[in-house]
């Protein structure tokens, strides 16, 4: 099968949305935060961890696997799932960010048939088109593969940003035509920038090719939030009800609140993970950093809302121990915490939605997190 989204509650006050997709690997609620398993793994997290901290889907990355190990290794290991031996659905992006953050002249190196680029591992001239990335991800077989699209930085002109949005429809299009994989479902972007009408027009063209769901694309690429957020509002807007919604590359805590109250189901970012190998964690009163020096000899947990493993069995202390002695041990352990916190987030704003409170969550949940943690 392909995915099927179902509505089930409406905030009264928001746009917020409580619903479920169901999966080839069973039904799972939404708002969803989905870890990110890059080159097929969620870095150093095994799939029982995973279970462990509630995972719903999570995301694999088509242009690293597409260079190691090939889509072709992957295919004759029976596609991601066996490959992983991975018993729950997986997203595969489809490599647009890393393939357009490694371009050298955007005017040049994107043309109509698709992105030159060179390769982050040895520098070999690489060419991906929309009907490549969408060949990629049906031999990877992931449960729902992404278009084709370009991911401009911001800011650019309005000229360029028009041109970028017809190239990337045009590329949805051939895209979808390829795309072969029956019990995989695709889904659309819509792009447009800062730009209230294409993003307008993004959306509704991107709709007219019937996608079994559609992401907003090109924010958190170095804008300001409040720009950020009117981006998603002028997307979501014209997306159908009935269909997933995913807003892609959107890790902060207050960002995804934001985003959920705009309509939004789905998220994925790297930064959980990210700032866990660094010596950070998120918690209710704020982002801190273990590195420093006052938790040397701190015994009390992460944060004591928590409920994952890393709270439950070991202390600040020793944590900072692991991180400061470069233990892989440290990273791992901050790694599910940050994981669980980002999901038991949206298991919250779930529950936010049924009792119609968002707003009031939103407000707890800020002036919290903004206070200065011991």
């Not at 179902?6 to 409580?18: G, P, Q, S, V």
């Not at 088109?129 to 992931?142: A, F, G, M």
């Not at 994925?268 to 998120?282: E, K, Y």
Request: contains cysteine; neutral net charge.
């Amino acid at each position: 099968m392909r995915i099927e989204y179902t509505l089930k509650k409406k905030d009264k006050n928001t746009e917020a949305r409580h619903g479920s997709i169901k999966t080839n690997y069973g039904e799972y609620e939404t708002p969803m935060f989905m870890p990110v398993g890059t080159k097929a793994t969620v870095k150093g997290l095994s799939k029982e961890e995973l279970a462990a901290v509630g995972r719903g889907i999570i995301l694999a990355n088509t242009y690293h696997l597409w260079l190691r190990p090939g889509e072709d290794v992957i295919d004759k290991c029976g596609g991601l799932h066996k490959f992983m031996n991975y018993e729950g659905p997986i997203l595969t992006d489809c490599g647009g960010f890393q393939v357009f953050s490694l371009i050298q002249n955007k005017e040049k190196d994107i043309t109509e048939e698709g992105a030159k680029f060179k390769s982050h591992l040895d520098g070999t001239e690489l060419f991906l088109t929309p009907e490549k990335s969408i060949e990629i991800q049906n031999k990877l077989d992931s449960d729902i593969a992404m278009s084709f699209d370009e991911c401009p930085p911001y800011p650019v002109t309005y000229d360029y940003m028009k041109q970028s949005v017809e190239r990337t429809i045009r590329w949805a299009e051939r895209g979808k035509k390829v795309h072969k994989n029956d019990h995989q479902a695709l889904f659309g972007i819509v792009q447009g920038g800062e730009f209230t009408d294409l993003r307008e027009y993004s959306a509704k063209e991107t709709v007219k090719l019937d996608f079994d769901g559609y992401s907003i694309g090109g924010t958190s690429v170095g804008e300001p939030k409040d720009v950020m957020y009117k981006m998603i509002e002028d997307g979501v807007r014209y997306l159908p009800e009935d269909k997933t919604r995913y807003l892609m590359g959107v890790g902060d805590p207050i960002d995804i609140i934001e985003g959920v109250i705009r309509g939004i189901d789905i998220f994925d970012c790297v930064l959980p993970t990210r700032i866990a190998r660094h010596g950070q964690a998120f918690t209710r009163t704020g982002k801190i950093n273990l590195n420093n020096a006052k938790y040397i000899t701190d015994m009390s947990k992460l944060d004591p809302e928590c409920d994952c493993y890393t709270c439950q069995n070991y202390s600040k202390a020793y944590i900072r121990h692991l991180i400061t002695t470069k233990e892989m041990l440290g990273g791992r352990l901050l790694s599910i915490h940050n994981i669980r916190f980002l999901i038991k987030l949206t298991e919250e704003l779930r529950k936010a939605i049924d009792e119609d409170r968002v707003l009031e969550y939103r407000e707890e949940f800020i002036k919290k997190y903004s206070k200065k943690s011991p």
